[in-house]
C-alpha cells in the first residue's frame, strides 16, 4: 500500500488522485486517519475522568457530546464507503475480473460483520448522558481491528485492478 509523501513538516501532502486505485487508497488514509482520532479522543476523555479530585463535578458518565458526534459521523462515512463498493465498484470488478469473486464476496462479507459490529457501537451511544466509555472503548477497538484487517485485505485485491481506470472518469464513449 502506498501512503502519502510526508511534507518536510512532517504532515501527508494530500495523495495525487490519477486512478480509482488513488481514490480508494485516499479514502482508507482518511478511515484509518479517523481511526486513530476518535481512539485518543476517547481515551483522553476516560483520562479525565479517571483524573478528576476535588469538590467540583466529575465529567459526565458519557462519552461526551463531541465524542459521540465525531463517531457518528466517522459510522455515517464507514457505512456509506462500504455501501458504495458493495453496489458500485465491486460488481464492476467482477464483472471484469472474475477470478476475484470469491476475494470479493469475503470483502463484502467483512463489510457486513464491520456493519454489525457499528451498530453495537452507535447503540451504546444512543444517550451521551449513560454511555459507558470502557464498553464504547471495547467495541470501537473491535471495529478498529476488523477495519484496519479489511482495509489492508482489499488493497491487496482491489487496488492492482483499479490501477487501470481512470479518476475521475471520462466522459462514456
Known amino acids: 500500500m502506498s501512503t502519502p509523501t510526508p511534507t518536510p513538516t512532517g504532515t501527508p501532502r494530500p495523495r495525487e488522485i490519477r486512478t480509482l486505485a488513488d481514490k480508494l487508497l485516499e479514502v482508507h488514509d482518511w478511515l484509518r486517519e479517523q ?21 467540583a463535578a466529575p ?16 459510522c455515517d462515512a464507514l457505512t456509506f464507503h462500504h455501501t458504495a463498493e458493495d453496489e458500485h465498484v465491486f460488481p464492476g470488478v467482477v464483472e471484469h475480473h472474475p477470478h476475484l469473486r470469491e476475494p470479493l464476496a469475503r470483502l463484502g462479507a467483512e463489510h457486513r460483520e464491520m456493519a ?58
Open 35 to 55: 481511526l486513530g482520532h476518535l481512539r485518543a479522543e476517547a481515551a483522553a476523555h476516560l483520562a479525565a475522568r479517571a483524573a478528576h479530585q476535588g469538590p
Open 59 to 74: 465529567p459526565a458518565p458519557g462519552l461526551g457530546l463531541q465524542i459521540r458526534q465525531r463517531c457518528l459521523e466517522f
Open 116 to 173: 454489525r459490529v457499528k451498530e453495537r457501537l452507535l447503540a451504546l451511544l444512543d444517550d451521551v448522558t449513560t454511555a459507558d466509555p470502557e464498553a464504547f472503548l471495547t467495541e470501537f477497538d473491535t471495529l478498529a481491528r476488523l477495519l484496519t484487517a479489511h482495509l489492508d485485505h482489499e488493497e491487496s485485491w482491489v487496488v492492482p485492478v483499479l490501477a487501470d481506470v481512470p479518476f475521475p472518469p471520462g466522459p462514456p464513449s
